[in-house]
């Protein structure tokens, strides 16, 4: 509940005050309405009119002022409730965004898009409906318990006694109903993962013929969601149960002790109806507050979950625990010194990995899979914080610097490009939000992209499609490609960039590529090694080190040298 509350502390005393005013209004209206009953059945025993009538004038007035004032109040909180909500799912979507590279990696998509979706909505409805609903009824039902002592002590507390039965039951089922609840929650997460796997892998499913072994796995975790969903269902049907009997017996032990009361002349008949009258809040709160602690034991599941998220550490600005070397050299564009590296504590990818990259230069890297070529990529953009060593971006120093402006000075063109859901133009602009349409355009021309997005008949407002669905590979990567144009950094990173592509679309890319490569220092990692003999210089990457360096003509000299073995291997395979 702590957390909750901080989470919504902009809103909070508002929140809270349109709350109690709707409450009072609630509680008010109860108990005008039980003074009415007792001053009209003891008008009726007593034959007095004008008493009648001056009771439902008075009682029936207040009636409509509070009626009146409690949908002001209600619209009051709901409508920052609205903007809780919306603060809120802003609040951890930008979380999102600000999680590290490696927190994706561990987690599943679909049990993250689950904590999104299904938590996030589980979560709300405990401030927007389980918390309001407790506030209210508690107000109202505590209310008719103070007037009802006011009334007469004697049958009050033969009430609250008769009522507190379902009170200590829904406190016995409160821990045991969140428990359940997290199950829930967590099983959603994992049953959300297969359906993610089905949707993003239907090809290699379809090809493969794996269906009927996912769907198996989909059902197995469909099952366990409705074995989790049962369990709960039947704790709460059992505290509904124990809940009907306690209200049974309230009625009866009240109706029973009233009745001799009566008979005894210590009460009036206006007085038993008005307290009868008090017991429907009073036993709306005891009767109710088992479902309202139930949902609202669940909405605190699926905010263990969401916290969860929200907890995470984010990427840090910069990387300050890496070493600092004063007076760069202005002629080098990137440099690696000393440099340790791995994905966790038990690997070393790298150990005292060194290089430097000359301004404007092409660099290639090569090596066997699994070498670290990609890491390196990962390294300069920041991705990872390297246990060891220094890296430095034109001249700074990723030790002293924010990563979001060293990242201003890369362009990166991964393997397989993302374009994100909307136009061609739009995923052409995120290399620069400010480009204006002749820009755009000219991007796409540099690509080569221009003249196959003027054959759609939307042109650059072509829908691209989910992942850019629409659209073929070579189409994407020259997409990608205008949209690294646009970036205009001084260095460009090209992770195979042409290998999954035909001969027709590669030829298109790689002169796309060269286009955009001119003037700006380039490292590029490529399996075609026909694509990188023209590089400045290439560096073999194996075994975590640089094992050899030098010119296509140089490295093919030295003999049982291991690009020369990679380059032989390769035109065998071919």
């Excluded at 469909?222 to 017996?249: G, H, M, P």
């Excluded at 052409?428 to 939000?433: D, F, M, S």
Aim: net charge neutral; aromatic share 10%.
């Amino acid at each position: 509940m702590k957390k909750i509350f901080n989470a919504i502390r902009e809103h909070i005393w508002i929140y809270i005050l349109g709350l109690l005013l709707a409450a009072l209004c609630l509680g008010a209206r109860d108990i005008i309405m039980a003074v009415i009953f007792r001053v009209l059945f003891d008008a009726s025993v007593d034959a007095d009119m004008t008493q009648l009538l001056d009771g439902l004038r008075i009682g029936i007035t207040w009636l409509v002022v509070l009626s009146m004032l409690q949908p002001i109040f209600w619209y009051i909180f709901q409508r920052v409730t609205i903007k809780i909500g919306t603060s809120f799912r802003f609040r951890l979507y930008n979380k999102v965004k600000g999680l590290t590279i490696k927190y994706f990696q561990d987690e599943h998509s679909g049990n993250l898009i689950s904590r999104l979706t299904n938590d996030v909505n589980v979560f709300e409805q405990g401030f927007n409906f389980h918390i309001p609903n407790l506030v209210l009824f508690f107000f109202s039902g505590i209310g008719s318990v103070i007037f009802m002592f006011w009334l007469d002590v004697r049958l009050a507390l033969v009430s609250m006694l008769t009522g507190s039965v379902g009170l200590i039951i829904s406190a016995l089922y409160a821990k045991p109903l969140r428990r359940v609840g997290r199950l829930v929650q967590d099983r959603l997460g994992f049953m959300t993962e297969s359906f993610s796997d089905i949707y993003a892998g239907i090809q290699v499913i379809k090809s493969f013929n794996l269906y009927s072994r996912l769907i198996k796995k989909f059902t197995n975790r469909n099952e366990d969601v409705y074995q989790a969903t049962i369990t709960r269902v039947k704790r709460n049907s059992e505290l509904a149960t124990f809940n009907s009997l306690a209200r049974w017996l309230d009625i009866l032990g009240y109706i029973v002790v009233g009745a001799y009361f009566a008979m005894k002349g210590w009460v009036s008949v206006g007085t038993i109806i008005a307290i009868t009258q008090l017991k429907v809040p009073v036993m709306r709160l005891f009767l109710q507050i088992g479902n309202i602690i139930a949902n609202i034991q669940a909405s605190l599941a699926a905010g263990d979950r969401i916290f969860e998220v929200l907890e995470q550490d984010d990427e840090p600005e910069t990387y300050s625990q890496l070493a600092i070397s004063e007076n760069q050299p202005e002629d080098k564009t990137v440099i690696v010194r000393n440099l340790d590296f791995g994905y966790n504590a038990e690997e070393i990818l790298f150990e005292s990995l060194n290089l430097e990259v000359a301004k404007d230069k092409k660099i290639a890297l090569v090596g066997p899979s699994g070498g670290g070529k990609s890491t390196i990529f990962k390294l300069l953009l920041g991705f990872y914080p390297p246990k060891r060593g220094e890296i430095v971006i034109n001249s700074h120093s990723m030790g002293c610097s924010r990563l979001k402006e060293l990242r201003e000075n890369i362009a990166y063109v991964p393997q397989n490009a993302y374009l994100f859901t909307g136009t061609i133009a739009d995923n052409i602009r995120y290399g620069n939000l400010e480009a204006a349409e002749e820009q755009v355009i000219e991007a796409a021309k540099i690509a080569n992209a221009h003249d196959f997005i003027m054959e759609f008949d939307k042109g650059y407002d072509t829908m691209v499609g989910e992942k850019g669905a629409q659209l073929s590979g070579g189409q994407r990567q020259r997409i990608a490609i205008a949209r690294a144009v646009l970036r205009d950094a001084p260095i460009l990173l090209l992770d195979e960039a042409t290998s999954s592509l035909d001969t027709e679309s590669e030829h298109l890319v790689q002169e796309a590529l060269d286009r955009l490569a001119a003037g700006r220092t380039t490292l590029v990692i490529a399996h075609r090694f026909a694509t990188i003999e023209d590089a400045d210089e290439i560096l073999v990457i194996a075994e975590g080190k640089v094992k050899e360096r030098g010119t296509h003509e140089y490295l093919m000299n030295q003999k049982d040298g291991v690009y020369r073995n990679l380059v032989e291997l390769t035109k065998k395979a071919s």
